[in-house]
């Protein structure tokens, strides 16, 4: 073994004593350094800490940006110079795109755009600048800057703007915004070429109307349709249509809802005698039949009309063609019992219609009217006033027996405003609900009470003349009421409620394979109003604490759920029913019975109030939580189950726990005597350190002079 070993050790000995010399050892520092990075260029990796992976890739983002069959590429635009807290998105942005990178491999590249040489490109793709403020010599400005990307993918290009103002200045949602424009991109494609007629779009121009913007406007906008098409396949057909010589043309404006103007005779500025007439202008675009109008006419200041919307006129041809080619997957949006409307943007469900649109294409069913289309996973019925009809609960039941989904927002009580003389001082009356769904809901295992749900946990908003009030009937559902087992929760931290009934599991629902998961509780500090309801601030009190607890107020059941019309006859009052004729309506041909099982797992999921569909706790864009409560939910019911995650890093609420009063109290005396007490106590020990240095110092030097 010495023998062996000697060698060696002298090969060493000679290597270290060759290296020894300092021009030697810097080659060698040079070399490792160089050897260092070849490896880490072949083995990237990155390590994220935060709690929900808010700097990585989320799984539906691999997926998608791995599953690109066609070269994709995202143009960066941003300014260089940018201000905080500005500047760290475009750095953000460059580490997610690295991310993307890895993951597309060769289908998937970035580029940021020097904005200095090639400031004009980012109009070519549609990027436009945002108005940032800035702090500079002591003072507050706002300037133009460019913060936005332009993804080109086959002949498409869609823009996105991270930045739109000031008050959205995080990073929160970029992600999100990039993977689901992939996925948007990725469909357009595959509906265009699956087109058998072009996409017609025509202008409605009457040539001679004396608002300004009329002149070339016709050549304008040919020219921007022409452009849009070649980014869309060549798919577009333009036709220009002028009322001024075909006199018919004009009674389109009615039938596509363009306005139409009209003008006595007058002399114009430059001394033009202008004749009395009428006109329109507007763009219809049309797929099958279907149509989209895009507006084109503005109204200024000082009353005056003119022609507007040409600077952004691609992006809303665009945004037409998608809404058309049916690019989002359907949802079913029941109708006909009072639902919130969702074009009513005051206490209807028009911001959770915006929020969710991104994703999903809302569809409204007139169950009284029509059925319910085999193609749309996902029904919502929000809100509903009046009484289902046997008949309609028989559509809804069958269409759940096919293993599809339904979400229910179900209100107990209806607040009545008093209307009239001394309405001001009169008291709202509430009033019970009654739909029928109850019945229905209860057989699948959820069974919603004739209650309210108040919690000393709740919003307190500050009224005049009272102070500040416990809105004990709008709770405050923190991590202890949220469920972290079911991913349409697990990564939300508060969510309010408005006026919720509590719900309770039904232990007697016939057979089937039924999973039943609470989703939204309220704090341990609930109770219950029962009775005369009444949801005036200042006429509740919170009970003792022996008598509150906790209470549910979302549900789902899922499984093979059992039919509620198994075994029962088909229902009365109305000819046709789910598709197919009634016995005794006349048709020769009727159905034996109804399905009496879900071929498939089915879900049903129920929330006790539809109040939290409104305005007041929803924004348009989907960042607050009860948007992003309502979106993931949508997302779980129609199986896409990866995109909670990916949302939860555009939360913009994201608050600490409250740890109590004691321990408030414990922080507060901490952070006032602790402090001083911890640095007076390290204080003493360093002293006592010196000390026995100095004591130990002392006995070796008086060795030394004893020896």
């Not at 500025?269 to 006109?279: H, I, L, M």
């Not at 319910?372 to 509903?384: A, C, K, L, M, V």
């Not at 009224?463 to 349409?488: C, H, K, N, T, W």
């Amino acid at each position: 073994m010495k023998l062996t070993m000697e060698p060696i050790r002298l090969k060493l000995a000679r290597a270290t004593a060759f290296f020894a010399d300092k021009k030697r050892q810097w080659m060698l520092n040079i070399v490792i350094i160089v050897l260092v990075n070849l490896v880490g260029a072949g083995l990237y990796f990155r390590i994220d800490l935060t709690r929900n992976s808010a700097y990585s890739l989320s799984k539906i983002s691999k997926k998608v940006v791995a599953s690109l069959e066609e070269p994709l590429t995202v143009k960066v635009f941003f300014s260089n110079d940018l201000p905080a807290p500005y500047n760290s998105v475009a750095r953000y942005l460059a580490d997610l795109l690295e991310e993307y990178a890895q993951y597309g491999g060769k289908n998937f590249r970035y580029e940021f755009i020097d904005m200095e040489k090639q400031k004009e490109a980012a109009a070519d793709f549609g990027v436009q600048p945002v108005q940032v403020r800035e702090l500079k010599n002591d003072r507050v400005s706002t300037r133009s800057a460019y913060m936005g990307i332009a993804i080109v993918h086959g002949d498409l290009i869609e823009s996105v703007d991270f930045i739109a103002g000031p008050e959205n200045n995080e990073t929160s949602g970029i992600e999100y915004k990039i993977t689901t424009t992939i996925q948007k991109m990725n469909g357009k494609i595959d509906q265009l070429l699956k087109l058998d007629k072009p996409i017609r779009v025509t202008l409605y121009a009457s040539g001679g109307m004396p608002i300004q913007g009329m002149q070339n406007a016709a050549d304008t906008i040919e020219g921007i349709v022409q452009k849009a098409s070649s980014r869309n396949y060549g798919k577009l057909e333009f036709n220009y249509v002028n009322p001024d010589r075909e006199k018919n043309a004009l009674g389109m404006a009615d039938v596509y809802g363009i306005p139409k103007l009209a003008w006595p005779a007058f002399t114009s500025a430059d001394g033009r005698r202008v004749p009395a007439g009428e006109g329109m202008i507007g763009m219809v675009v049309e797929c099958g039949e279907k149509f989209e109008v895009i507006q084109l006419l503005s109204r200024t200041l000082f009353g005056q009309y003119s022609v507007a919307g040409l600077d952004n006129l691609d992006d809303r041809i665009s945004t037409a063609i998608d809404n058309l080619v049916s690019i989002n997957p359907r949802i079913g949006y029941i109708t006909g019992h009072g639902e919130r409307d969702l074009a009513n943007q005051r206490d209807g469900a028009s911001t959770f219609h915006e929020a969710a649109g991104d994703m999903y294409e809302f569809k409204t069913i007139d169950l009284t009217k029509e059925d319910i289309p085999s193609d749309i996973q996902t029904i919502i019925i929000n809100g509903p006033r009046s009484e289902f009809a046997d008949a309609e609960l028989y559509k809804i039941d069958q269409y759940l027996m096919q293993g599809r989904s339904v979400l229910v927002f179900l209100d107990s009580f209806l607040e009545m405003q008093p209307d009239g003389q001394n309405m001001f001082m009169r008291e709202p009356v509430v009033l019970p609900v009654m739909t029928g769904l109850d019945k229905l809901l209860a057989h699948y295992g959820i069974s919603v009470n004739r209650d309210i749900v108040l919690d000393e946990n709740c919003y307190r908003a500050t009224m005049r003349g009272l102070g500040e009030q416990s809105l004990y009937f709008a709770p405050l559902i923190d991590e202890s009421g949220l469920s972290r087992e079911s991913v349409i929760t697990k990564y939300l931290k508060r969510i309010i409620f408005i006026k919720a009934s509590s719900l309770e599991f039904r232990d007697d629902a016939s057979g089937g394979q039924v999973a039943k998961s609470a989703i939204i509780s309220s704090s341990k500090k609930g109770w219950r109003m029962e009775g005369r309801i009444s949801f005036t601030p200042w006429s509740m009190s919170p009970p003792q604490q022996g008598q509150m607890k906790q209470y549910m107020l979302a549900a789902m059941v899922s499984g093979t759920l059992p039919a509620y019309f198994a075994g029962k006859e088909m229902p009365a009052g109305d000819p046709k029913v789910a598709g197919v004729a009634k016995p005794g309506t006349g048709a020769p041909v009727a159905p034996v019975a109804a399905i009496t099982r879900s071929v498939k797992p089915a879900r049903v999921m129920v929330v006790g109030t539809s109040e939290i569909t409104t305005p007041n706790v929803v924004d348009k864009e989907g960042k607050s939580p009860n948007a992003v409560f309502l979106h993931n939910s949508i997302d779980y019911l129609n199986g896409n189950y990866d995109m909670p995650e990916m949302r939860s890093k555009g939360l913009d609420l994201n608050p600490l726990k409250d740890a109590g009063e004691s321990a408030k109290l414990a922080m507060k005396l901490f952070n006032i005597a602790g402090l001083t007490l911890l640095v007076v106590f390290a204080g003493f020990v360093m002293w006592r350190v010196r000390i026995r240095r100095t004591r130990r110092i002392m006995g070796e030097f008086a060795a030394e002079v004893k020896k």
